[in-house]
């Protein structure tokens, strides 16, 4: 996901979270709509003082945040006495090497305050005497009905009633991030620098079962959709070349549902090694 967000892209996320038009933004403004867009475009090379300043006031955010000198919108100047960082958590903060904006996109998800919730709950004991009073009743019941003729199958599901403190908001804690960062995650598909959602292997496949080759041999497939990733003339490989290529192809677990002859087409040869092309 990106790390930093660039002039052009803030301005452009600014005008879409108060939902204007270029057309909206110039009226309002007194800024040309042409001038806006160009300052949201990626080929933008230069923003005049009074466009930045006057952005800045309409957006009600600081002009160090759209020139990229922060990441902060509206608090420029805010006393850390008021955000209740130890001395540690704020050296944590200035010096740790990870990504600040995804710990910000975490603070500000929706179900972080419920996550929060939870952590506190289990850190503070909160909840502890209200599980050991229901533990406690599960292990009367099970004392008195172990003298009576019970069915085994309910005293052993007695004794599996026991709630687990540590299991319990171990896995609410867990399901609470995996729903923030799903989140967030989803919201980052589009980023430039976001992984493909369709895997290497999954376009592998993909090419293989083309319907351009649908007349080919698996071996040919392997190699014309191997050739084509590698952006590779398969008639300049050595028979000798092929064949590897083929046989390391076709170890693969991945491709196994590729790999069933559906003929028995005589096994590959690249042209201009002894095999003629087909009409």
């Known amino acids: 996901m990106n790390t930093t967000l660039t002039i052009q892209e803030k301005l452009k996320d600014l005008r879409v979270e108060r939902r204007l038009t270029l057309e909206q933004l110039a009226e309002q403004t007194g800024l040309s709509?042409?001038?806006?867009?160009?300052y949201e475009n990626d080929d933008l090379k230069d923003i005049s003082p009074f466009a930045i300043v006057t952005l800045a006031k309409f957006y009600e955010v600081s002009t160090d945040y759209l020139l990229g000198?922060?990441?902060?919108?509206?608090h420029p100047n805010a006393e850390l006495d008021a955000l209740h960082l130890s001395d540690d958590a704020i050296d944590v903060l200035k010096e740790g090497k990870f990504n600040k904006r995804l710990l910000s996109e975490?603070?500000?998800?929706?179900?972080?305050?419920?996550?929060?919730?939870?952590?506190?709950?289990?850190?503070?004991?909160?909840?502890?005497?209200?599980?050991?009073?229901l533990n406690a009743s599960v292990d009367a019941l099970r004392a008195k009905l172990s003298g009576e003729q019970?069915?085994?199958?309910?005293?052993?599901?007695l004794g599996k009633s026991h709630i687990n403190e540590d299991e319990?908001?171990?896995?609410?804690?867990y399901d609470d991030l995996a729903v923030i960062l799903k989140g967030i995650?989803?919201?980052?598909?589009?980023?430039?620098?976001?992984?493909?959602?369709?895997?290497?292997?999954?376009?592998?496949?993909?090419?293989?079962?083309?319907?351009?080759?649908?007349?080919?041999?698996?071996?040919?497939?392997l190699l014309k959709t191997f050739c084509?990733?590698?952006?590779?003339?398969?008639?300049?490989?050595?028979?000798?070349?092929?064949?590897?290529?083929?046989?390391?192809?076709?170890?693969?677990?991945?491709?196994?549902?590729?790999?069933?002859?559906?003929?028995?087409?005589?096994?590959?040869?690249?042209?201009?090694k002894g095999r003629k092309k087909r009409k």
């Not at 319990?168 to 804690?173: H, K, L, Q």
Request: hydrophobic share 35%.
């Open 150 to 157: 019970v069915d085994d199958l309910w005293l052993h599901t």
């Open 106 to 133: 975490i603070f500000c998800h929706k179900d972080f305050q419920r996550m929060m919730l939870d952590a506190e709950i289990y850190v503070d004991r909160i909840a502890d005497s209200h599980i050991q009073t």
């Open 168 to 173: 319990y908001f171990g896995r609410a804690i």
């Open 33 to 38: 709509k042409s001038a806006l867009g160009k």
């Open 185 to 221: 995650q989803t919201a980052h598909m589009a980023d430039k620098t976001t992984a493909d959602e369709i895997s290497e292997v999954d376009r592998f496949k993909r090419l293989v079962s083309d319907k351009d080759n649908e007349f080919a041999s698996e071996e040919e497939k």
């Open 69 to 74: 000198m922060t990441e902060q919108k509206n």
């Open 228 to 272: 084509a990733i590698m952006d590779m003339d398969e008639d300049t490989l050595e028979p000798e070349e092929f064949r590897i290529i083929i046989k390391a192809c076709q170890k693969s677990k991945s491709l196994k549902d590729v790999q069933s002859r559906r003929g028995k087409t005589p096994p590959y040869q690249p042209h201009g």
